[in-house]
């Protein structure tokens, strides 16, 4: 089976790494799809965060990476995914969660959402925190992969 992890990924985080390498366990393919969003500026483009999440996800042989700029659910289809993932750190996701995958289930009642709950050691963790330490010239290293660090040191720790 096939399952979709969709997301902003800007930049990939330990925490993303994560849901991916669990579902990674789960499902015979994991695609990993940046979706863009109409209403976001992100901090890397769209090359960048493929590169990044790329690099990650190498020595797991079942993920690759595709980006998006349509309905989650649509590019499931379309890449013949039935399960989407997500996952859930806290309640305030839960709210906004319980919301999206309501309304994909009212679109499309053959794909299944399916939540993973963040490790406890990582549940705090979001690319926005990351770089808000970054730009506070805070250490974030063991936050993301060596590569992410690199990017993000050149891009606010000038
Ligand atoms: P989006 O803008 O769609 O929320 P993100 O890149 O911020 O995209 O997150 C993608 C998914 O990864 C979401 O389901 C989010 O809850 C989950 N996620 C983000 N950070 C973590 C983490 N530290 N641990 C587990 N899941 C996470």
Redesign the pocket.
Known sequence: MIAIY?????PI?I??Y??IRRSSILFDEVIVAI?E?PLKNPTFTLDERILMIEDMVRDLGNVRVVFDSGLTINLAKKLNARVLI????AVM?YEM?LRNASVNKILDDDIETLFLL??PE??F???SAIKEIAFHNGDFSRFVSPMVYEKLKVKYQK
């Open positions: 969709p997301g902003s990924f800007d985080t925490g993303h994560d849901i979706m969003h997500r996952g859930i750190r996701d969660e963040a490790m990582y549940s963790i979001s690319s």
